[in-house]
Each structure stands twice: as C-alpha cells, then as structure tokens.
C-alpha cells in the first residue's frame, strides 16, 4: 500500500496576517513541485489570509484546533462550521501543547475529532510520551491509551480519512529529535494498534507523521523509515526557505 506522504506545517502562535501573507508568498514558489502532500496549520486570526493566498496553489490550509461543540456558550473556542466557511482543509487536534497547558485529555480529543469528522474537516491527531513516560518505559502503554482515548467510538470509515502525529513531547521545539529508529518503532506501534482497532486494511493506509524538531537536516533520515509518512514541523515551518527544504526532502 502507497501511502502519499503528508509535510503540514504547525505554526502555533506565530504569524500575524502581515507575516503570514509575507511567509506564504514567499513559500509557494518553493514548494510548488513538491511531490508530498502539503498543508499549513495556523492561527484562527491567519486563515483566511491563507486560504486566499494559497487558493490555487498546491497548500491546503489547517486550523490548530476545532471546538467538539456545534455553537453555543463556549468563550474563546472556534466551530467547525466557522472554520469551514473559511475555507479551513486540515484540523490539528490533541496537540501535546494543547493537552499540556490548556486541560486537553483522551476524551476531548476523542469529542474534537468527532465533530471534526463530522462536519467534514480532515483531522490530524497528535499522540506522544513526555520524557519521564520514555525513560521508564511506558511509552507504548501512553501512546496506546492515547490511540484508543482518541479513536473511541469511530467508525472505520472515518478513522480512514485520520491522519496520525507521534510527536514525542521531549522532541518539540528542543532541537532534540527522535532517533529514527525511535521514531519507527514507536509508529510501527501506532500502525499495529490502529490494526488492532480496525484491521489491517485501514492501518496500512493510514497516514502517521513523525513531530518533534524536524528540519532539513534530519527529514530524509526519518523519511526513509517504511512507517514514516510525511512530519509535523514548528519551528522549521516559520521561515520559506526551511519548511521548503524539509516539503522537498526528495527532491
Ligand atoms: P517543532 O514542533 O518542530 O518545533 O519541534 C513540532 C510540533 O509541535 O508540531
């Protein structure tokens, strides 16, 4: 089974709409070729000037979060039907930071990717250890609770249209990158446990991103790994010309 790798961008809190609209211009050109898929995710404030500056370009555009619920009184949360009107592609969910800092669990992650699902928005969930979790082992247990948390109650059908982010929380914005064998075999484990959910079927197609200080020095290496489809990147999606050599890593 082929699987299309995927490069999305993860731009978290960065980019006002002048820096935004300075970065995409600046990044088409240079990605225009790219044989991977390629999408960015950015701020709710940066969406529709990417939508409209990535119109016709081969750069989808995602948000960094949806709200599980339709509409109602939930202070500072976005819909799905808000990011849809913009034109939003690709939705980050369960991002360790969110789930760090701001009360993220299993179960809204689970709620955020139904809603996703069902209003239509392509999903990217984020899974991953901290540091402790890895150094007394218990990161297949962590990723397993966190695979099955998030795919609780999902249809088959809807599970294939899931992309997958092993972003181990000790690699983000560290410049400590996972090794790639850590990598394969921490997303071979994804894979089997997605397998173990839905078959074998929907598990190869599935498309698992590696996350965490991914740049154009360490992309190839952890591109060739046979479970690794495509990368996560922050802090190397902030400037054209990095992002542009980590979207172009086989070129
Ligand atoms: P990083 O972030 O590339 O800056 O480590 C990756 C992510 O958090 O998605």
Redesign the pocket.
């Known amino acids: 089974m082929s699987r299309r790798p995927i490069i999305a961008g993860?731009w978290k809190m960065n980019m006002t709409r002048a820096q935004a609209e300075e970065l995409i211009t600046a990044l088409k050109p240079l990605v225009k070729d790219a044989k991977a898929e390629v999408a960015i995710c950015v701020p709710y404030t940066d969406i529709d000037v990417a939508v409209r500056l990535c119109a016709g370009s081969n750069i989808k555009v995602g948000a960094e979060n949806v709200a599980w619920a339709e509409k109602g009184a939930f202070t500072g949360e976005i819909s799905a039907d808000m990011l849809l009107e913009l034109g939003t592609e690709y939705v980050i969910i369960g991002?360790s930071?969110r789930r760090q800092y701001f009360g993220e669990t299993d179960a809204s992650v689970n709620a955020r990717l139904k809603t996703a699902l069902a209003k239509g928005l392509k999903p990217i969930v984020c899974v991953g250890e901290t540091l402790e979790e890895r150094e007394t082992d218990k990161t297949a247990d962590v990723i397993k609770k966190q695979i099955t948390g998030a795919f609780d109650g999902i249809s088959a059908d809807d599970a294939a249209k899931v992309v997958v982010a092993y972003?181990p929380v000790w690699?983000?914005?560290t410049g400590r990158t996972a090794t790639s064998a850590q990598a394969q075999e921490t997303i071979a484990g994804i894979r089997a446990e997605i397998a173990a959910l839905y078959g074998a079927a929907i598990a190869d197609g599935m498309r698992i991103q590696y996350?965490?200080?991914?740049n154009a020095k360490n992309v190839k290496e952890l591109m060739a790994q046979p479970d690794i489809d495509g990368g996560?990147?922050?802090?190397?999606s902030l400037k054209a010309a990095d992002f542009s050599l980590v979207v172009n890593y086989d070129a």
């Open positions: 993860n991002h930071e972003e690699a983000i914005g996350g965490g200080s991914m996560l990147i922050g802090g190397a």
